[in-house]
Each structure stands twice: as C-alpha cells, then as structure tokens.
C-alpha cells in the first residue's frame, strides 16, 4: 500500500510538514499573526476557535482569502484567567461544560471529570456548523489542548471526521508508547479510534510535534530550527501559535507573548522558509488530505 506522503505525491522518503497555526480566533493578535504566516508563508493550514471572541474576524478574513487552508480548533476549555468565553451551543445546552462563571471550564482535567459526553458532541457539531454557515471552507478539525482526546471523547472526534468529511488531526500511538504506559487503556481506546476513522477513509499524518512556545527569549530560532532537523520522513504535523505582539497579548498571556510572535515571523517569513530549505523539510496543507479523503 501506497503511503499518505506517496497518496500525496511526494516519494515515500521525503520529510513533509503541515506548519499549522493554532489557536486563530482567539483575540485580534493572533488573528493577525496566524494571517499573516498563512499569507506569507511558510506555514501552510491553521485552525480558528469558533466560540472565542475574535472568531468574526477570523471568519471575514477567510472568506475575502478562499484560497487559505482552515480548519476548526475545537474547544471546550477557557484557559486563560482574565479572557473568557463561553459555548457556542448555548449556555442552557451544554451545563456540564461551564464553570461557575458559565465560561467553558478553564483545564482539560475538569472538562474529562464534569463534561458529559452528549454535551460535548452538541458544543462540537455547533462550532463547525457555525464555521460552516460563516462561510469557512473547513478543511480539518483539531483539539485546542487535546481535550477532545480523552478516552470519553475520542470517538465523537471521530464521528465529527466522518460526518462531515474532513481528516482530523490524529496520530496512532504506537505499542510502545501504549504497553506499559500509566495511560494504557485511555492510549489503546485512542488508537482503536484512529484506526477506525482510517478505515474509514479519513487519513492519519505519521507523526505530530507539539513543542510549539517552548524557548526563552531569544532561543526562538534555535528552538525551532532544531524543531525542523527533527521531522522524519512521512507526514509530520507541526503546531505553532503565532500572534502579533503588542498589549492585547501580553494582557492575555504574559508568559508565552514574545514566542508567539516570535513564531509569527518565523513561520510567517524568510527565516522559517529558509530553514525548512537548509532542513530539507518539504510541506503540505490540510486540504490535500481532504481531497484524499473524499475522492474515496
């Protein structure tokens, strides 16, 4: 069988990534960073979180751009202390998802002990309806911090790749990292679900890094030139968070401001793109994968 880099025209020994930028609708800043990495490139796909309170924008500037690759972030969690936002469903549809406050729960680990599962797939289908009706040509469907992939909720992420014919993103985990693991039946019930969405047709990238923010003030370039180095062959999926800095960042996240934009210039400019040249790194976008899946 044909691998996912050869179904997608590459040979089977390239080293591909998709440079996603997560976390687009979120506030203006990272709007405006995700914008303009996808314009400029070298990224190649990002993802917009529905329920926050600069997804319009996010929604405006992909229509007047059709030609970008832009999927849904699926969110059920409200990280950040002082910048909320609550359910897109409806606060009266989904309790189980909203905190005192009715925002949507602040952690990963309170959404998997108080989310009901019928909550979670009626907040999930309203985001990607209400990117839908926004006029988003939605590519793909990811997890913002991974919630959806929890043991509870990882066969409604599957079910949404189906339903909707978009790829997920989605990486098998492999028997060594599930045999033995503290996290052995949840990583084995995450496997069966990747599997089954392939079966299905819906393709799997090979490999995922998440070590996006990671750096010290600046460190940036060497982080993420290592970042690239590491990319094996097949198709990797390579997450970053770029924003424009400025006061609206900062106020939202001190802590991780000056490495989102830093990853604003770098995956949206010169060095990023000669970087992944020097690295010999070859990319791709979400849409490619989506062609895939519904020519099936």
């Known amino acids: 069988m044909p691998t996912l880099a050869e179904r997608l025209g590459f040979d089977a020994s390239d080293r591909v990534a998709v440079i996603h930028t997560d976390d687009m609708g979120m506030c203006h800043a990272a709007n405006e960073g995700a914008f303009e990495a996808l314009e400029n490139g070298p990224a190649t796909s990002g993802s917009i979180m529905v329920p926050c309170p600069s997804f319009r924008e996010a929604a405006d500037r992909a229509k007047a751009n059709p030609g970008l690759d832009l999927g849904v972030h699926l969110t059920l969690n409200a990280e950040w202390e002082h910048y909320r936002w609550g359910p897109v469903a409806g606060r009266s549809a989904v309790p189980s998802l909203l905190d005192d406050q009715g925002f949507l729960l602040r952690t990963t680990l309170e959404t998997v002990q108080h989310a009901k599962p019928e909550e979670v797939e009626i907040e999930l289908r309203a985001q990607v309806d209400a990117a839908l009706d926004a006029g988003i040509d939605v590519t793909h469907i990811d997890s913002h911090m991974g919630t959806c992939f929890f043991p509870q909720f990882i066969e409604i992420y599957g079910r949404l790749a ?103 210039r770098f995956y949206g400019g010169e060095a990023g793109r000669e970087a992944l040249a020097a690295a010999g790194v070859k990319t791709v976008g979400m849409r490619p994968l989506r062609d895939l899946m519904r020519a099936g």
Do not use: M, W
Request: aromatic share 6%; proline share 7%; glycine share 8%.
């Open 162 to 264: 189906l339903d909707y014919r978009v790829p997920v993103f989605a990486v098998r985990p492999s028997e060594k990292d599930v045999k033995g693991s503290p996290r052995e039946g949840g990583l084995a019930k995450l496997a069966a679900a990747v599997d089954a969405v392939a079966e299905k047709g819906a393709p799997i990238c090979d490999r995922f890094d998440a070590d996006s923010l990671d750096f010290a003030e600046g460190k940036g370039e060497e982080h993420n030139r290592a970042r690239l180095a590491a990319i094996e062959p097949g198709i990797n999926y390579l997450i970053c968070h770029p924003s424009k800095g400025g006061e609206e960042l900062t106020a939202i996240t001190p802590d991780s401001a000056h490495q989102r934009d830093f990853e604003r």
